[in-house]
């Protein structure tokens, strides 16, 4: 496989972005999330939110070649219901799991916040993932649910000092 590249998304990235995030959710969630539970989280998803996404929010992509490898966004000011630090995204294709693509799109996440003067981040994590945050550095605060119309998620809110934290 080529080397992995995290770049700054473009537009034209949000339908591939869009494709991953739906087979991210699909396939790898499956360990920790039922097919109901995964279905009403797709549901959420739509190429239209993943233009907003990257539109409003600072996302980048990990490139593999041609192949979208993974991506993450954070909002560097508060967007939407998004609030100042929010890592709102980050997928990876299971087909590149395991190659540290997470860390790196977490990496630039994080540079990019420090940059903008930010001293800490923030994200709602799904189980699946919330190995990856803490490698990152995060530190689990509290377990929520969420009603995706009637069917409960659970995820975890996690937080990641900047500058030294």
Do not use: K
Not at 25 to 30: M, V
Not at 135 to 154: I, K, M, S, Y
């Amino acid at each position: 496989m080529p080397p992995v590249v995290v770049r700054r998304a473009r537009i034209g990235d949000a339908d591939a972005l869009y494709a991953l995030s739906l087979d991210a959710i699909r396939r790898s969630a499956a360990t920790h999330y039922d097919e109901r539970q995964r279905e009403a989280w797709v549901a959420r998803r739509t190429p239209e939110g993943h233009r907003r996404l990257v539109t409003a929010t600072t996302t980048f992509v990990a490139a593999a070649g041609e192949d979208v490898a993974g991506f993450a966004s954070v909002a560097l000011h508060p967007v939407g219901a998004l609030q100042e630090g929010e890592v709102d995204q980050l997928f990876v294709d299971p087909r590149h799991g395991g190659r540290g693509v997470a860390l790196l799109l977490l990496d630039a996440v994080a540079t990019a916040a420090a940059g903008a003067g930010l001293a800490e981040l923030v994200t709602h994590a799904s189980w699946r993932a919330v190995p990856v945050f803490e490698r990152a550095g995060f530190r689990q605060v509290a377990e929520e649910t969420v009603d995706l119309d009637g069917v409960a998620l659970t995820r975890v809110l996690m937080r990641r000092a900047l500058g030294g934290g």
